[in-house]
T-cell receptor, first 116, second 114 residues
Framework: AQSVTQLGSHVSVSEGALVLLRCNYSSSVPPYLFWYVQYPNQGLQLLLKYTSAATLVKGINGFEAEFKKSETSFHLTKPSAHMRDAAEYFCAVSEWYGGATNKLIFGTGTLLAVQP | GAVVSQHPSWVICKSGTSVKIECRSLDFQATTMFWYRQFPKQSLMLMATSNEGSKATYEQGVEKDKFLINHASLTLSTLTVTSAHPEDSSFYIC??????????FGPGTRLTVL
C-alpha cells in the first residue's frame, strides 16, 4: 500500500523567508503526487501535482515541488513567504486501479504559520 | 471551471436523527466522487468511493449501513448519516474526479450532533 509521511506538523517562518514543507512517500509503482492547501473551515485546493512528466513542478501562488525518486520525496517550497500562505498543507499520493488513478492517500498535514 | 459544491455547509442535529449532505460538481460530470472525514487538526480519511449508477465502495472500518451513499447522477452524490450520534460530529468533505487523476474538493460540511 502507498503511504505519505509529512515531517513536521507545525512549521513557522518569517514573512519573506523560504518555505520548505517536507513530504516522503512510499509506493511500489510510479506515483502521482499532489500538494493541497486548506484554509480554516474550507475544502482543499490543489497547489500542484506530479504525474510523471517534469520532476520540477510549478504550482499556484508561487509554490513548487521537486520529485526525487532516489529520495522518495516531494518537498514543497516557496522562495518568499507571505502572510496569506498561512494554512494547512497536505501531501497526497494516488493509488492506481485498472490504469486510472483512484484513491488519494493523504499525509497528516503541516500547519504553516507566517510571522510578520 | 471544476467547481464542487456541498450543501449544507454546516448542520446541527439531535442524536438519533439522520442528516443528508449533498455534493455537486457544477461544471463537469463526475462518474466518481469521494467522501472524506476530517477530525479537528487531523488529515482527511477516505470513507468511501461513490460511483455513478453503482454501489459505493467503503473503506475498511466504515459502516455502510450508517453512512449511506447515493450517486444517482453524474453531478450529484449524497451522504446520509443515519441515526447520528455525537461521535459522528466531524467535517465531511467530498471530491469529484475529473479525468484520470485530478480530484476537485468541495468546501466541506461541518456536522455537529448534540
Amino acid at each position: 500500500a502507498q503511504s505519505v509521511t509529512q515531517l513536521g506538523s507545525h512549521v513557522s517562518v518569517s514573512e519573506g523567508a523560504l518555505v520548505l514543507l517536507r513530504c516522503n512517500y512510499s509506493s511500489s509503482v510510479p506515483p502521482y503526487l499532489f500538494w493541497y492547501v486548506q484554509y480554516p473551515n474550507q475544502g482543499l485546493q490543489l497547489l500542484l501535482k506530479y504525474t510523471s512528466a517534469a520532476t520540477l513542478v510549478k504550482g499556484i501562488n508561487g509554490f513548487e515541488a521537486e520529485f526525487k525518486k532516489s529520495e522518495t520525496s516531494f518537498h514543497l517550497t516557496k522562495p518568499s513567504a507571505h502572510m496569506r500562505d498561512a494554512a494547512e498543507y497536505f501531501c497526497a499520493v494516488s493509488e492506481w486501479y485498472g490504469g486510472a488513478t483512484n484513491k488519494l492517500i493523504f499525509g497528516t498535514g503541516t500547519l504553516l504559520a507566517v510571522q510578520p | 471551471g471544476a467547481v464542487v459544491s456541498q450543501h449544507p455547509s454546516w448542520v446541527i442535529c439531535k442524536s438519533g436523527t439522520s442528516v443528508k449532505i449533498e455534493c455537486r460538481s457544477l461544471d463537469f460530470q463526475a462518474t466518481t466522487m469521494f467522501w472524506y472525514r476530517q477530525f479537528p487538526k487531523q488529515s482527511l480519511m477516505l470513507m468511501a468511493t461513490s460511483n455513478e449508477g453503482s454501489k459505493a465502495t467503503y473503506e475498511q472500518g466504515v459502516e455502510k449501513d450508517k453512512f449511506l451513499i447515493n450517486h444517482a447522477s453524474l453531478t450529484l452524490s449524497t451522504l446520509t448519516v443515519t441515526s447520528a450520534h455525537p461521535e459522528d460530529s466531524s467535517f465531511y468533505i467530498c471530491s469529484a474526479r475529473r479525468g484520470r487523476d485530478e480530484q476537485f474538493f468541495g468546501p466541506g460540511t461541518r456536522l455537529t450532533v448534540l
